[in-house]
C-alpha cells in the first residue's frame, strides 16, 4: 500500500523487474525510466507487459543486450522493451503464434487493449526485437475556481496502529487542497 502512494512507484518497480531479470539471465539491461505517477490499474498492466517481453526475450531472443524506456509521451505511457537478439518474422496475424503455442505478444496485447492502448512489435530477423506498448494516461484533474469564498480546509486526524501505513496516508495527504492534517495517533481513542 505505501509502495503504491509513492510518484516514482512505477519506475522503481520496473526497475526492480528488470534489474532481477538482467542478474538472474546475465543479460545486460539498460534502463531509460522516467517517474511519474499512474493508476494502479496501469501500473500492474505495464509491470505484467514487462515481465512478459523480458520472459520472450529469455526464451527466444538470444540476446546479449536489452533495453526497458518508461516514458511518458505526450498523454500516453510508452513501454519499450528492444533487444540484439535473433529476431523474428512477425505473422501477419498475432493468433497464428497462439496456434503454434507462442501466447505470450498476445497476451501483453490483451493488456495494452483492455487500457484502451497499443502493442506494437518490430522485429528483424538476426538483429533483434522491439516491442513497445503505448497506454492512455487518464486526463489530469482540471483545477476548478470557486464562484465564491474558499472553504475552509478538511481537518483530519490519522489514526492506525502501524506507524508505516500512518507516514504513507500523512505523505499522500499533506499536499492535497483542502486537507490539514492536525494529528496522528495510535488508535481511535487516543485521537
Same mark, same amino acid.
Given at each position: ?77 510508452? %513501454? =519499450?522493451? #528492444? *533487444?540484439?537478439?535473433?529476431?523474428? /518474422? @512477425? ?9 503454434? &503455442? ?53 481537518? %483530519? =486526524?490519522? #489514526? *492506525?496502529?502501524?506507524?508505516?501505513? /500512518? @507516514? ?9 487542497? &483542502? ?13
Amino acid at each position: 500500500v505505501i509502495s503504491d502512494l509513492r510518484e516514482e512507484a512505477l519506475s522503481e518497480d520496473a526497475r526492480s523487474v528488470a534489474t532481477a531479470w538482467g542478474m538472474r539471465t546475465g543479460i545486460n539491461v539498460s534502463l531509460e525510466l522516467a517517474p511519474a505517477s499512474h493508476p494502479a490499474e496501469i501500473r500492474h498492466a505495464t509491470l505484467a507487459i514487462l515481465r512478459e517481453a523480458l520472459r520472450n526475450v529469455e526464451q527466444h531472443a538470444r540476446s546479449s543486450r536489452v533495453r526497458v524506456s518508461l516514458q511518458r509521451i505526450g498523454e500516453r505511457l510508452v %513501454l =519499450i522493451v #528492444a *533487444d540484439d537478439g535473433a529476431g523474428f /518474422r @512477425l505473422p501477419a496475424d498475432l493468433a497464428e503464434l497462439q496456434a503454434v &503455442g507462442h501466447s505470450g505478444l498476445i497476451a501483453m496485447d490483451g493488456r495494452a487493449r483492455q487500457l484502451g492502448g497499443t502493442l506494437t512489435i518490430r522485429s528483424w530477423p538476426g538483429q533483434g526485437t522491439e516491442v513497445e506498448a503505448g497506454i492512455p494516461l487518464p486526463a489530469a484533474p482540471r483545477q476548478q475556481r470557486l464562484a465564491g469564498p474558499v472553504a475552509p480546509p478538511v481537518r %483530519l =486526524i490519522i #489514526a *492506525d496502529r502501524n506507524p508505516v501505513l /500512518r @507516514l504513507g496516508l500523512h505523505a499522500m495527504l499533506e499536499h492535497v487542497p &483542502g486537507i490539514e492534517i492536525v494529528a496522528e495517533a495510535d488508535n481511535g481513542e487516543d485521537a
